[in-house]
């Protein structure tokens, strides 16, 4: 077959006949791939202008719909993504990682999308800030999305997951993407974005696709656009300079050549849990994807007095995985991407063997179940050893993107630092130790060099995701030679294709910016009481003003009696007068919150369906016996949960004494329905 590109609405074949795909495993031909005559101005055109339009019209929760309904559809059709994934050399384990993984990706940010995201076309970042004395002139960051196009450039390992990682916090955003995904496995990626195409879920414009070269793409990039890239540091390097790139100031994120590290600590030895544990670790990072990932164990940083025992245990581990097709279910590890990869992975052994020992594999005779390895991209594990790692250097520099990894002996923590330090950044670590002293500090001493770090011992292996597990909750990505950028990382992924911005103004303008009501700003105190309005009839700044009520020695007594609660400062008057903070004996805080609430409460049955959670509580300051409470509630920010019957509202809740001074404020959570919910309930 011959892949399209997916242009301004429409597939589009290339000009020419392009370049040849081939199978990993036996060298087939599988696809022809060519973007020649794609308009690629045009396509950033129509991302800008029909694309990003049409997903600003939708709120965060809305986006975040369109992507659970995405990962339900492509779930789906994912028995066709997995058929086609044994082209690329991965077995099923492999393309669950990718396709699976993917997938889950997409949930993952729709659920984050929905739970900490307002349902709004404006992100609130923080609290306001109050930068004038009487409150007038008050300060709050807002993101809203970029309006340009975000270019996606990804590796050849993932081409599901590589595309939806990206994909996912770009359109929770409300920012169009042009994919572009390596060559060697577009197949694959063309194969997923046609089934997304085919849903009808995105709106026009929301997600086009380049299948071949990106042509002359980079020349009409503008300020607004956001470049994501993942592959080699070189390309990455060559895209960052260009003129285009350097005098728009294009956001430019990549994810570049990593040579990451698994440390086994100094009580890990033979026999002990984690010892086993890290042999198995190294194993899987060695052989999953044919060690083709971008966080697969490098450098394996062991004791040097257990140097020998990991050599032995890697060879004996790596001796018993079972190479051949990836269909078949009893091999272990598949093939490399392309022979062009095979090849490469060859040379760049040889560059490691000058100053490293080869101690297992690196042989061009091995066995295949089910393949013939020449014809195939089929590679056997090579484990390396170099006696004086401190002092070596192209196992610090060269990276062989397949099954290698090298042994590479300390003497103390602060060498295992110090080497971990040579890889010069990476993607992820990992901590093999009982010892969390231990871990403490080869963490605190490698960290700024890591953009993720696992710790891994007895008591959470099981749980564990691995050391190699990119998660859509924690950012991907590593300073240095690992490109300097991050992805994922919840919901600071999507703020990745936003706008920060400072707005300054009144309390009640930006208020109306962000949908949240700020001190300061107006309130609306009327007959009703918020607490008698539905969701759709409750407006920003309502307001109820309580009356007073004196607080009692007998109720600070009866409090503690009731709650069990008998803090000194609450019973023992001679103990709380030695307490630099009170004069005697003071209310508990919780008494105080609980008596707001008896003040500000409409008690009958009515739209607040219930109390879900406080926010923020601070105690500014005590309260004596004698002294009066009074609570001033206002609705500060709503949001609705679409088909729920009930909205979420939080109100903000201000607790003040006799004298009108502050002595507790935080924010009360409630779910009130909606008006055809209160409508239901009440017929």
């Not at 597939?11 to 495993?25: H, M, N």
């Not at 089934?195 to 696709?209: C, M, N, T, V, Y």
């Not at 309005?533 to 009696?561: P, S, W």
């Amino acid at each position: 077959m011959k892949l399209q590109n997916f242009a301004e609405n429409s597939w589009i074949e290339g000009d020419d006949e392009g370049k040849k795909l081939v199978s990993a495993i036996d060298g087939r031909h599988v696809a022809d791939i060519t973007s020649i005559g794609v308009d690629f101005g045009g396509m950033l055109d129509f991302a800008r202008r029909v694309g990003g339009t049409n997903l600003r019209e939708f709120t965060f929760h809305d986006r975040a719909f369109m992507l659970k309904a995405l990962a339900q559809y492509l779930m789906e059709h994912k028995q066709e993504f997995y058929d086609l994934s044994t082209e690329t050399g991965a077995t099923k384990s492999d393309s669950w990682v990718d396709i699976d993984g993917g997938i889950s990706t997409l949930f993952v940010y729709s659920s984050k999308g929905r739970r900490e995201m307002p349902n709004d076309k404006v992100y609130l970042d923080g609290p306001p800030e109050k930068i004038s004395r009487e409150g007038t002139f008050t300060g709050q960051h807002i993101c809203t999305p970029r309006h340009g196009a975000a270019v996606h450039i990804n590796a050849y390992n993932f081409p599901c997951w590589g595309m939806l990682e990206k994909l996912a916090p770009a359109l929770l955003a409300g920012v169009p993407a042009i994919v572009k995904p390596a060559s060697s496995t577009a197949y694959l990626t063309e194969l997923v974005v046609r089934r997304i195409i085919d849903s009808g879920i995105l709106p026009d414009g929301a997600l086009q696709l380049i299948c071949g070269g990106v042509g002359d793409l980079f020349d009409h990039l503008e300020c607004q656009d956001i470049v994501a890239f993942t592959g080699s540091k070189g390309t990455a390097e060559m895209l960052q300079q260009h003129p285009r790139v350097i005098s728009e100031s294009v956001h430019f994120t990549a994810e570049t050549d990593s040579l990451n590290a698994s440390i086994l600590g100094p009580d890990a030895t033979p026999g002990t849990p984690e010892f086993d544990l890290f042999i198995n670790e190294v194993t899987r990072e060695m052989t999953s994807k044919a060690g083709q990932k971008c966080t697969a164990i490098r450098r394996v940083i062991a004791p040097a007095a257990m140097a020998a025992d990991v050599v032995r245990a890697l060879s004996s581990a790596l001796g018993k995985i079972r190479i051949g097709h990836p269909a078949n279910k009893d091999v272990d590890m598949g093939a490399l991407a392309s022979h062009g990869q095979r090849d490469e992975v060859r040379e760049r052994i040889a560059q490691l063997a000058e100053e490293a020992d080869i101690v297992y594999g690196n042989s061009t005779e091995f066995e295949t179940i089910d393949a013939d390895a020449e014809k195939g991209s089929f590679f056997m594990p090579t484990l390396l050893h170099c006696e004086r790692p401190l002092s070596a250097h192209a196992v610090h520099s060269v990276e062989a993107f397949g099954p290698v990894s090298t042994v590479l002996p300390y003497e103390n923590l602060d060498e295992a630092i110090e080497l971990a330090r040579l890889g010069g950044g990476s993607l992820a670590g990992s901590i093999i130790t009982n010892d969390n002293a231990v871990a403490r500090e080869l963490v605190l001493g490698s960290a700024a060099w890591h953009g993720r770090m696992v710790v891994i011992n007895r008591h959470c292996a099981a749980e564990s995701t691995g050391h190699g597990s990119p998660l859509p909750h924690l950012v991907h990505g590593g300073p240095g030679r690992a490109g300097g950028g991050e992805e994922l990382g919840g919901i600071r992924g999507a703020l990745h294709y936003m706008q920060r911005t400072a707005i300054q103004g009144s309390p009640a303008t930006l208020a109306a910016i962000g949908n949240r009501w700020i001190p300061g700003g107006t309130e609306i105190v009327s007959d009703v009481h918020p607490f008698r309005k539905t969701f759709e009839q409750l407006a920003l700044g309502d307001t109820v003003n309580t009356d007073e009520r004196v607080i009692t020695l007998e109720d600070i007594d009866h409090f503690a009696d009731f709650t069990g609660d008998t803090f000194y400062a609450h019973t023992d008057a001679d103990a709380a007068a030695k307490n630099p903070f009170f004069e005697g004996r003071v209310a508990h805080g919780y008494l105080i919150v609980s008596f707001a609430a008896g003040l500000f409460v409409d008690p009958d049955f009515g739209p607040v369906l219930a109390n879900y959670g406080v926010d923020d509580l601070r105690f500014a300051q005590p309260v004596n016996f004698g002294d009066s409470l009074r609570v001033r509630l206002t609705c500060k920010q709503k949001t609705l949960r679409e088909g729920s019957g009930y909205g979420e509202v939080r109100w903000d809740t201000k607790v003040t004494n006799q004298d009108n001074e502050v002595v507790a404020t935080y924010d009360v959570l409630t779910m009130v329905a909606t008006d055809e919910e209160w409508r239901n309930v009440n017929a």
